[in-house]
C-alpha cells in the first residue's frame, strides 16, 4: 500500500465519480487563446500534459463570461457559442487520462483589466488594478447571472465534466459578498441575505439550464484578509446554504487584491496557509470540501485527508512546476518531484504583468505543444559543464537525458552556486529544494559531478571534451568611488558575507536594493545587525516578484533596516558614507561596515581556456548576464536540449 493511499482514494463529487483526491485548481495562465478568445492547441496541450500526470480533477482557469469581466486579455472567452468546437478538442484530449475535466466561470468585476469594469459599487480595487467600475444596474446583475448560466451550458454541450463558480479572491461574486467593496441599499447590498443574492441567483440559472445532475462547486474565500471583508463566521454561515442551494462541493481559499494575506502567497507563508479555513468550513457542511494554499508536500496533502480536514486538495503552481506530482507520488518516487519554490514570479508575476505565464523551475509552461517527445541524440557527445550553480545544474540534466556523456565541474565544494547562497536567508530556504532535485537527477543520470575542480588544462586533457558550457556565474562588481580603498569601515562582498567567509560588525550599510541587497539587509538584521540600505534606483527589488517582495517588505518593515531610494554615493568616508538623495546631500556616520550588493559582473574567464583549444563553447545563467533565477533555469534546459 502506498503511503499516501488517502490521497489516492475515489470520492463521489455530486454524480461524478473522481479517481483520487487532488484537484488542478484554475490558475489564470494568460495564454493559449486565439484573438476571439478561443482555446489553442497551446493551452490544450498544456491541460494535457497535467491530465496525463495523474490528477483526479482539473479546472481551466479564468473562463470568462461577459466582455466586461475579463480579469486578463487572454484567458478562455464563453459568452458566444463559437467557443464550443475548441472546447471540444480541448474535451477530446483529457479524455484518454480519466480525469475529470472543468471550467472555473468568472466575472473580474472591478478587478479586471480594461477601462469598461463593473462592479456592485463604484469602488475601485484596494490594489493591483486601478480604474473606478460602473455600478451595475438592477438589470445588468440579472443579465450577469444569466450570462454565468448561458457559460455553463456552453461548457456542458462541449463535453466537461464540471463547472466551478468563482466567488472568491475579489472577483465580481465577492464583491457582491463583500461590504469592503458592496455599497448598495437595494436588494444586493447591506444584509447577509442580500449580498450574497447573487450568487445564489447564478447557482440556480446553471441549474435551470444545465440540470440538477452536472456537478457544480464553489470557490469561495474563507477569509478575505481586509478590513471589512469577508470573513470565516460569514463563510460558515454560507457553505450550508450552498449545499442547499445545489452545490456538489465547496472549494475553499482565501485573499483578494490589496489583502494582508495574499491569495498566492510566496516562499515567506507556511506551506497549508488556507487549510485552517477549509477545516472550519467542512464541520458546517457534508458536501466534499476542498483545500487550497501553499500544498506542495505530498505529505503535507496526505495528512490533511487523513486528519478529515478536507476531501480533497488543491494544487496550483505544484503541477505547474510538476504535472507529474500525482503520478510520482503514487508510486512512491516522491524524491522526483521537481518542487516549486514559491517565488511566484513565472506563475503570477508576469501574468499581472500581462505576460504569459510560466514557471521559474519548469520551462516547459506554455510550450507544450511544442516539444516533442524526448528521444536521444544520434551522435552523443562529450560534454563538459562548468559551474554547478542552477544554469548548470539544469544544462546538465538535460544533456543527460538526451544521452550525451555529461562531466559537470565546480571550484566550490558544494554544488548550488549562489541559490545555495540564497537559500540561507529566513524565509527563504525553499530556494534550496530545485538544486536538491537537480542533484538527485543527475546522480540517477551517472553524470559525473567534480567539486573542488576548478577549470583547468589538465581538467581539459582528461575529459577532452567536444562541447562546454559555461555556467560560472557573477561576482559583487567593485564600483569605482572616492574613497573606497581608504575607509576605516570594513568593505565586502554580500557573496562574502553568505558563505560565511566575513563576519560584518553591528552596523551596516547594505549598498544596492535589488532582490540581493534586500534579503541580505533581512539576513543580517534577523541576526540583530543595524542596516540601512541605499539603492539608487526608484523601486526596490525590482527583479522580483510583487507577491514575493510584497512579504519581504513587510519582514525589513518590521526589523532593524531603513530603505533610501534615489541614491547616489558620492564619497565613501572613514566610517559611513556621503551621498546625494535626489537634491539633497546626505552623510551616513558612523557605520562599520560596508557591504556591495548593487551590481554584478559576469565571470567568463574560463572562456579563455576553451577559446585556446577551439571547443564550442555556450554561456548560461549569469555568466552570460547576471539576471534572476528564472533566466539561469530556463537557458540551461535550452542548451541541453539543443545540442546536436
Known amino acids: 500500500m502506498t503511503p499516501f493511499h488517502h490521497l ?15 484537484l488542478m485548481s484554475a490558475m489564470s495562465i494568460n495564454f493559449g487563446v486565439d484573438a476571439s478568445g478561443h482555446v489553442t492547441d497551446q493551452l490544450i496541450a498544456y491541460m494535457a500534459a497535467r491530465a496525463r500526470g495523474g490528477v483526479g480533477m482539473m479546472l481551466v482557469g479564468g473562463g470568462g463570461i461577459h466582455p466586461t469581466g475579463a480579469e486578463l486579455p487572454d484567458l478562455p472567452a464563453l459568452w458566444d457559442d463559437g467557443c464550443i468546437p475548441a472546447l471540444r478538442r480541448m474535451v477530446a484530449a483529457v479524455k484518454p487520462f480519466d480525469c475529470r475535466l472543468g471550467v472555473q466561470l468568472m466575472h473580474g468585476g472591478r478587478q479586471s483589466y480594461h477601462e469598461h469594469k463593473v462592479a456592485p459599487s463604484a469602488i475601485p480595487a484596494p490594489a493591483v488594478v486601478k480604474g473606478v467600475p460602473k455600478a451595475l444596474e438592477m438589470e445588468e446583475i440579472r443579465m450577469l447571472a444569466g450570462a454565468f448560466g448561458d457559460a455553463a451550458r456552453r461548457c456542458q454541450e462541449a463535453g466537461f465534466d464540471f463547472i466551478e463558480i468563482h466567488a472568491a479572491h475579489g472577483y465580481l461574486i465577492n464583491q457582491f459578498m463583500s461590504p469592503n467593496a458592496n455599497r448598495r441599499t437595494d436588494a444586493y447590498g447591506g444584509s447577509f441575505e442580500n449580498r450574497i443574492r447573487f450568487l445564489l441567483e447564478v447557482m440556480a440559472d446553471i441549474r435551470q439550464k444545465c440540470g440538477r445532475d452536472f456537478p457544480l462547486g ?3 474565500n474563507g477569509e478575505d484578509y481586509i478590513d471589512d471583508g469577508w470573513t470565516l463566521p460569514d463563510a460558515l454561515r454560507l457553505a450550508p446554504l450552498l449545499q442547499t442551494h445545489g452545490a456538489d462541493y465547496v472549494h475553499v481559499s482565501a485573499g483578494v487584491y490589496g489583502s ?4 498566492i502567497p510566496s516562499m515567506y507563508v507556511d506551506q497549508g496557509c488556507f487549510i485552517h479555513l477549509a477545516a472550519a468550513v467542512k464541520e458546517t457542511v457534508s458536501i466534499p470540501v476542498i483545500a487550497v494554499g501553499r500544498i506542495k508536500s505530498p505529505h503535507l496533502a496526505e495528512g490533511i485527508i487523513a486528519d478529515g480536514k478536507a476531501d480533497m486538495v488543491a494544487l496550483g503552481r505544484s503541477l505547474l512546476a510538476d ?9 512512491g518516487a516522491v524524491e522526483k518531484i521537481r518542487p516549486c519554490v514559491g517565488c511566484c514570479l513565472g506563475c503570477i508575476h508576469t501574468v499581472l504583468r500581462l505576460e504569459p505565464g510560466g514557471c521559474v523551475v519548469n520551462p516547459d509552461v506554455g510550450r507544450e505543444y511544442l ?3 524526448m528521444s536521444k541524440a544520434e551522435h552523443p557527445r562529450r560534454v563538459l559543464v562548468v559551474g554547478a550553480g542552477p544554469a548548470g545544474l539544469a544544462a546538465a540534466r538535460m544533456a543527460a537525458l538526451h544521452g550525451h556523456a555529461v562531466v559537470l565541474c565546480d571550484q566550490a565544494a558544494e554544488p548550488g552556486g549562489a541559490l545555495r547562497l540564497a537559500a540561507k536567508v529566513p524565509g527563504r530556504g ?15 543520470l551517472n553524470v559525473e559531478t567534480r567539486l573542488n575542480c576548478p577549470l583547468s588544462d589538465a581538467l581539459l586533457d582528461d575529459i577532452d571534451p567536444e562541447i562546454a558550457i559555461l555556467a560560472t556565474g557573477s561576482l559583487p562588481d567593485m564600483p569605482m568611488v572616492k574613497g573606497l580603498h581608504n575607509t576605516g569601515m570594513q568593505v565586502c562582498t554580500v557573496t562574502e558575507v553568505l558563505d560565511g567567509s566575513v563576519q560584518t560588525g553591528s552596523r551596516v550599510i547594505v549598498w544596492g536594493g535589488n532582490q540581493v541587497g534586500l534579503v541580505l539587509a533581512d539576513y543580517l538584521a534577523s541576526s540583530g545587525r543595524t542596516v540601512i540600505v541605499l539603492h539608487s534606483r526608484s523601486h526596490f527589488g525590482e527583479e522580483m516578484s510583487s507577491n514575493d517582495r510584497y512579504y519581504l517588505r513587510e519582514r525589513l518593515n518590521q526589523g532593524r533596516v531603513k530603505l533610501f531610494k534615489h541614491v547616489t554615493v558620492e564619497k565613501i568616508l572613514s566610517d559611513g558614507v556621503q551621498c546625494r ?14 557591504v556591495l550588493a548593487d551590481r554584478f559582473a559576469a565571470l567568463r574567464d574560463a572562456a579563455n581556456l576553451l577559446r585556446k583549444r577551439g571547443i564550442e563553447t555556450h554561456f548560461i545563467g549569469d555568466a552570460k548576464q547576471p539576471r534572476h533565477l528564472m533566466y539561469a533555469m530556463s537557458e540551461g534546459e535550452e542548451v541541453g536540449r539543443s545540442l546536436s
Not at 482514494?9 to 483526491?21: E, H, S, T
Not at 525553499?430 to 540517477?444: R, T
Request: avoid cysteine; proline fraction near 8%.
Open 8 to 22: 489516492f482514494q475515489p470520492i463521489r463529487m455530486g454524480q461524478m465519480n473522481v479517481k483520487n483526491r487532488l
Open 218 to 220: 464553489i470557490r469561495m
Open 260 to 263: 494582508r494575506q495574499l491569495t
Open 323 to 331: 504535472p507529474d506530482w500525482p503520478a510520482k507520488v503514487q508510486t
Open 371 to 373: 516539444l516533442q517527445q
Open 430 to 444: 525553499e530556494l534550496g529544494d530545485p538544486i536538491a532535485f537537480l542533484v538527485a537527477e543527475l546522480a540517477s
Open 581 to 594: 538623495i535626489d537634491q539633497t546631500r546626505e552623510s551616513f556616520v558612523p557605520w562599520d561596515t560596508l
